[in-house]
């Protein structure tokens, strides 16, 4: 018979035997620890065997197709030659339980090893190396062919050496390492063989042979223990593994907590009962600290260094039947939940036992996060918009720097019934901060910044509780409270302390001038009345506390008196609000703005349709009065505006001119001006 067709029978054979094991192993009903990387060097065996005997059909002189053909058919058997010892590598550091340093190593190895017999093929299929197929089909050996087989068993060897040097400090039993041993000896010897005797199928037959002897001391003989020692197990123990047993469990551990010694139980994939791995010899807590340690997802890992100990866990099994951690463990790259359930067995004579079971709870645990997480943004979202719609409301009456009322709030409010008599307990109470200028210029604006929100702070604590607060201008505040005449000293004491207690960052003290109206002292009086007698008692607490300094508050009064005299009109106008208060006016003018209101822009267009302003200059006197005119002017930080028109006077037309200088606070959010009326000139005639 042709040389060629008995090599592919031989290896058809082998291919059928390893098909035989590979389908016991997945159906047998213990499945060993090690299953998936023995099956799938099963299947890399059955598929070696497919190639190394559609390689010796094609070696028939029979049967011969082509040269390329046949040089291709030999790549193949060389390629899965190689993929096979490096599956059989790695199922010999799964065997033996290499630890991570070893498998690091040897995993490093293998994978280089398996690139060098790649690129040496590859390189074979142009220049050809390693084999020549001649005319007549005749396969011939080529000088690179020992170097192919060498690489080869380099995989053997190193399996080799690694178990021969376990056995110096076993981990292991040795008798573990020595099958390791003999099953790397098998395909080295039958390999070696094929190098020499490359016309019979040397290398199926090693590797056949290799895996009746895996099967046969490992899987058949583990197998037989497990089924023995099961049912006596389950018999004896049932109740403390059914008590752990309950739900979804990936895995469920029985931990001697006197020696360490722990067996795993795991469900048979075919349904049929469960699986025990036993662990002797092995600490579990140490073992799955270990463990955990390269797969606790890192944000937990503090907490499971923390949580995962003996002592830890039976003291709190000390209160509860079962306690409960959960844990991120990273799969695939992707963290996923799980929980470890710890109980104490019940049964008599396991008091010195502890289950633990391990459940896969990500798909809930997500949908409960996911859940909550809705609820959460709900909520959020909510109140968004409740904030939004109170923010709405207030900020356009709020003072930023202080949080107190600002002075829109305070013309509102003041503006509203300003005529109407107040309730009797009604007091208004004038308030002005000392000092803000002489901050600022000395200590800077963030200094003066903390003295206005100081007066803030005392006035929230002392008049809060019985009114409202307003910052009407830079310096100046304003109370509008509710209480009787002995209520208010007590308040007023209780400000006296709180102000002069008061200290900050960066000023140390500060000072509030400070007059008061009662409604009761002057029944008959307005609001407005009242506002005018409290600004009164104001600027003389302020001159008292001036005149305490050493400084002529009085003198200044006078002498703004006296330059107030020698002007016709004085407005305090706020551009930012577009509102005017009268500080000066002559009577007759004053009656004609009844019923114009507080708005400036109001008040200028009165004067310009009023035939008060002579019409040469009235183009101008609207164009220079407008307030976003006036705005940007003053924004731009231009101390002073000044202008010349001719407006009637007595039903003369007279020249006069108009001066706005800002104040002293003016800024963004403080746009307050005051505007100066002079008349300057003789009548001039109307032609």
């Known amino acids: 018979m042709n040389v060629g067709i008995i090599y592919m029978i031989t290896a058809f054979v082998c291919l059928l035997q390893i098909l035989s094991i590979l389908n016991r192993t997945v159906a047998t009903e213990y499945k060993e620890t090690i299953d998936h990387d023995f099956t799938h060097m099963l299947a890399f065996f059955a598929v070696f065997c497919s190639v190394d005997a559609l390689w010796g059909l094609l070696d028939a002189k029979d049967f011969f197709a082509s040269a390329g053909f046949f040089a291709f058919s030999t790549y193949i058997y060389h390629l899965m030659a190689a993929l096979s010892a490096f599956m059989w590598l790695g199922y010999i550091l799964q065997y033996t339980d290499a630890d991570d340093t070893e498998q690091r190593v040897l995993n490093i190895f293998r994978y280089l090893l398996f690139a060098v017999q790649f690129v040496i093929l590859l390189i074979a299929a142009f220049s050809r190396p390693a084999f020549t197929i001649d005319a007549s089909g005749e ?56 190098f020499f005797f490359y016309d019979v199928a040397m290398y199926a037959f090693g590797f056949m042979i290799t895996a009746f002897a895996i099967y046969s001391y490992n899987v058949t003989e583990q197998r037989e223990h497990f089924l023995k020692e099961r049912f ?11 008590s752990g047993l309950a739900g979804d469990f990936i895995s469920i551990y029985y931990v001697n907590l006197l020696t360490g010694d722990f067996d795993i139980f795991r469900r048979n994939p075919n349904g049929n009962g469960i699986i025990k791995d036993s662990q002797q010899g092995n600490d579990y807590f140490k073992t799955a600290v270990h463990k955990g340690k390269h797969s606790i997802y890192h944000k937990d890992m503090d907490a499971f260094l ?50 633990v079971g391990v459940y896969n709870v990500d798909a809930e645990t997500r949908a409960r996060m996911q859940k909550q997480e809705e609820e959460r943004l709900a909520q959020e979202r ?30 509102d409010d003041l503006h509203h019934n300003p005529d109407v008599p107040p309730e009797p307990d009604y007091v208004y109470v004038s308030l002005d901060l000392n000092g803000l200028k002489t901050t600022n210029d000395n200590l800077g604006h963030d200094a003066g910044d903390e003295l206005l929100r100081g007066a803030a702070f005392c006035m929230r604590t002392c008049f809060g509780s019985y009114g409202k607060l307003y910052r009407i201008g830079g310096d100046e505040f304003v109370a509008m409270i509710f209480a009787d005449h002995e209520k208010l000293q007590d308040i007023l004491q209780d400000f006296t302390e709180t102000t002069a207690n ?54 200044q009064q006078e002498a703004f008196h006296t330059v107030c005299a020698s002007y016709t009109k004085i407005l305090r106008v706020d551009l930012a609000a577009n509102v005017y208060s009268i500080i000066q006016m002559d009577t007759a003018e004053q009656n004609a703005l009844e019923g114009i209101g507080y708005a400036f822009t109001d008040w200028v267009s009165f004067f310009a349709k009023s035939d008060m302003i002579y019409k040469d200059d009235l183009d101008t006197y609207i164009q220079n009065m407008d307030i976003e005119f006036l705005r940007k002017f003053f924004s731009q930080g231009t101390p002073y505006f000044c202008m010349f028109y001719r407006r009637r006077i007595n039903g003369i037309f007279r020249r006069v001119m108009l001066e706005l200088i800002p104040s002293l606070q003016f800024s963004d959010e403080n746009q307050v001006v005051f505007l100066f009326v002079k008349n300057i000139d003789d009548p001039t005639s109307t032609q």
């Open 502 to 555: 008061w200290s900050g960052k960066l000023v140390k003290d500060l000072s509030l001038s400070c007059g008061c109206a009662e409604k009761s002292e002057f029944p008959d009086h307005t609001v407005t009345e009242l506002a005018k007698i409290a600004d009164t008692r104001m600027y003389e607490d302020k001159a008292a506390f001036y005149s305490r300094k050493g400084l002529d508050r009085r003198g």
């Open 232 to 242: 006596s197990y389950l018999d004896k123990q049932q109740s403390s593994i059914i």
């Open 306 to 355: 923390k949580e995962f100990s003996r002592e830890s866990i039976l003291k709190e099994l000390e209160n509860v039947s079962i306690y409960v951690l959960s844990y991120r463990i990273v799969i695939d790259g992707i963290p996923r939940y799980f929980e470890y359930r710890f109980v104490r067995p019940t049964a008599p004579g396991e008091e010195n036992n502890l289950i």
């Open 382 to 411: 909510e109140l968004s918009l409740k904030l939004q719609a109170e923010k709405l409301s207030v900020d356009v009456y709020i003072d930023a720097m202080t949080g107190l009322y600002n002075r829109r709030a305070y013309e």
């Open 139 to 194: 396969y011939i050996a080529g000088p690179s062919r020992l170097f192919l087989y060498t690489l080869q068993y380099a995989y053997y060897v190193a399996s080799v050496l690694y178990c021969l040097c376990k056995q110096i400090h076993p981990v292991q039993p040795r008798a573990l390492y020595r099958k390791a041993v003999l099953f790397s000896l098998i395909p080295l010897l039958f390999g070696v063989g094929q």
